[in-house]
Structure formats: C-alpha cells, structure tokens
C-alpha cells in the first residue's frame, strides 16, 4: 500500500473509522441473565393474575391485574424487568400501546448465547431510559391504562424474533416469533454463566410516528419494496395486538430517533 498517496491514506482512515464506530454503534454489552421472574411482584407474581393469555394470530402476550379484579387497584402498581438487560425501547407511541418499556436479554442456555426482547406496555410512568442496564427485579415503570384507553393492566409479551419491538407485522403472529410469557420464565427461574458481559445487538424497530400513528416506518425499506398494506385500528377487546398492518412510505424513523421530519 502507498501509503503517501492521499486517497490511499484517506481510505486506509475511512476503512479505521469505520471499524472502531460500527462495532459501537451496532451493539451494546449487557449481562446476560442468570434467571427471570414475573414482571409483577417478582419473583412469583403474589396478588397478582393473568386477565388474557397468549393466542396465536390474536392476543400475542399476556394481561396482568391485582387479584382483587379491580383494575382501578392495579393503576400505579410497579412493573419490574423479568431478568438482567438492555433497555432497547422507553417511550410513549401513543395508539394503542401508549408507554412502553422493551427490553433486551441475553442468557446462556445449551452453551448458547441467546437473545429475547421482554415488552410492557400501557404503562403509567416509565422510570428506565433507552439504553440503560437494568437487572432482574428492577423497577422500570408502573402500571397503566395508556391515557384512560383502557382498563388498568400490564400488558407483556417475551419476542424471540427481536424486530418485533411494537409492531406486530413484523413477525409470525405465533411462536415462531414469540415465547409464551409465563412458561418461558418459569422453565428459567435459575440459569447457569447469568452476569457475564455480552456484546447485545442494537434494536432498529419500526415505530409509529405521531402524525401518521398507524404507519410504521423504517430507514431503507421503500413502500415498493414492502408492498400495499391496509390499515387497521386497535381490536375491540383493548389490546394493539391487531394494529399490525400500515400502509403509506417508509421513512427514517429508527428507534433512536423516531420523532425526525417524517415529511
Ligand atoms: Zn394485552
């Protein structure tokens, strides 16, 4: 390589730039879990029951309220994070979701790093922000009624397809692409090399934006590309499980900054 010519130095700096920022820019390190809990009075869910469970197709994650069955008693309950993580997702999307809090967790199991996202949502406060570690059983928001939509209760789903994060069309709608809550936590109440420092893939999910709250955009995709699709509301029952179709442009509207001129 020659090194004094111009171009050559510039590329060879170019090529070194580009090495050390994509690696932090694509990942982040966080723990790795060493077991998950309930995200209702952890670790086993005391006073509190399941409203709605998983259907496939349908309700893609579980409904939790205090026991008493009223939900009035279940608003400004705390919310905590089912295991060690990464929070990828801590905002308010407003439609039918409301504040949301998605976390990323990484564990071992088989001798395997694997990855699942954990999502709450309708939330009342959000007390975590994007990019923040939390552990298992810490306190990341309480629950809500996302503005006064619905009934009081902590909506929550585990994904294993990690493009999910709150549109639903970006997955299988079944157990291809997601886990079912509660089975899922309770086959890892205790996991071996929990606590280790693991590179965690960055999210890029699509989010709604609020001048066009059931489009979903992503930086790089073109409506060509992703074909027509129609628009739907929320479902009659309360929950944005069938707010999955959106229709309209793709834009650049990455998690990171999803609030940008969309025009
Ligand atoms: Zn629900």
Redesign the pocket.
């Known amino acids: 390589m020659h090194l004094r010519n111009p171009q050559t130095l510039l590329a060879a700096f170019l090529i070194l730039l580009t090495g050390l920022l994509c690696p932090a820019l694509a990942q982040s390190i966080s723990k790795t879990a060493e077991g998950f809990d309930l995200p209702v009075a952890p670790p086993n869910g005391e006073g509190y029951y399941k409203s709605?469970g998983f259907r496939a197709g349908g309700?893609l994650?579980?409904?939790w309220l205090v026991t008493d069955g009223s939900s009035a008693r279940s608003l400004g309950k705390p919310v905590h994070a089912i295991g060690n993580g990464l929070v990828v997702l801590a905002r308010d999307i407003l439609v039918a979701w409301g504040n949301v809090v998605v976390i990323r967790h990484s564990w071992i199991e088989n001798r395997q790093l694997r990855f699942a996202d954990s999502l709450y949502?309708h939330l009342d406060r959000i007390q975590v922000r994007e990019g923040q570690q939390v552990s298992r059983g810490q306190l990341i928001g309480t629950i809500g009624n996302n503005h006064g939509m619905y009934p009081a209760?902590l909506?929550f789903e585990i994904h294993k397809d990690l493009t999910i994060g709150v549109n639903h069309a970006g997955g299988t709608r079944d157990l291809g692409s997601y886990w079912l809550p509660t089975e899922f936590i309770m086959a890892r109440r205790h996991l071996a090399g929990g606590g280790r420092n693991v590179p965690t893939p960055a999210a890029n999910f699509l989010l709604p934006s609020p001048d066009h709250p059931w489009t979903f955009h992503r930086k790089g995709r073109s409506s060509k590309e992703r074909g027509k699709t129609k628009g739907s509301s929320h479902s009659r029952s309360?929950?944005?499980?069938s707010h999955s179709r959106s229709s309209g442009t793709y834009k650049v509207n990455r998690y990171s900054d999803p609030y940008t001129k969309s025009q």
């Not at 309360?238 to 499980?241: F, K, M």
């Open positions: 709605r309700h994650g579980e409904d949502a209760h909506h309360g929950s944005p499980s």
